[in-house]
């Protein structure tokens, strides 16, 4: 017998909790887009605080573009096909990968004791 978990509070959270259980893959593409539009709002309000001219004014346009880039390529792919990206990445270059990961490792670890 299956036991269903109903919250009557209406709590967001709670909602979001049992529609990622009942369907995972549409719960996964529903926060790909919400990331995504986040990541669009972060790198327009970065183009906006930035310099028009000049070299600041050069790379801040090119980081909101990536940043821009990558969102779209999120909301249109999900965050399966990035990781299907990654794995496929580090297969190709395993050895670079592992330093990629011992490296975030360590930065990690630099900013929880700060």
Same mark, same amino acid.
């Given at each position: 017998?299956?036991?269903q &978990?109903?919250?009557?509070? *209406? &709590?967001? /959270?709670a909602?979001?909790?049992q529609?990622?259980r %009942? #369907?995972?893959?549409a719960?996964?593409d529903?926060?790909? %887009?919400?990331?995504?539009?986040? !990541?669009?709002?972060?790198a327009?309000? !970065?183009?906006e605080?930035?310099?028009? *001219? +000049?070299? /600041? *004014?050069?790379?801040a #346009?090119?980081v909101? $573009? $990536?940043?821009?880039?990558? /969102?779209? %390529?999120?909301?249109?792919? +999900?965050? *399966?096909?990035?990781?299907? #990206?990654?794995?496929?990445? /580090? %297969?190709? =270059?395993p050895?670079?990968?592992?330093?990629? $990961? !011992?490296?975030? +490792? =360590?930065?990690l670890? @630099?900013?929880r @004791?700060?």
């Amino acid at each position: 017998m299956e036991h269903q &978990n109903t919250d009557s509070t *209406g &709590n967001p /959270a709670a909602s979001a909790i049992q529609d990622a259980r %009942r #369907d995972p893959k549409a719960a996964a593409d529903q926060a790909a %887009r919400r990331v995504g539009d986040t !990541l669009k709002s972060a790198a327009e309000h !970065l183009r906006e605080q930035m310099p028009d *001219g +000049g070299i /600041a *004014g050069h790379v801040a #346009d090119a980081v909101s $573009g $990536g940043i821009k880039q990558a /969102a779209i %390529r999120l909301q249109d792919q +999900g965050f *399966g096909r990035m990781i299907d #990206d990654v794995v496929a990445m /580090a %297969r190709r =270059y395993p050895l670079q990968a592992i330093f990629v $990961g !011992l490296g975030c +490792g =360590y930065l990690l670890s @630099r900013l929880r @004791r700060d």
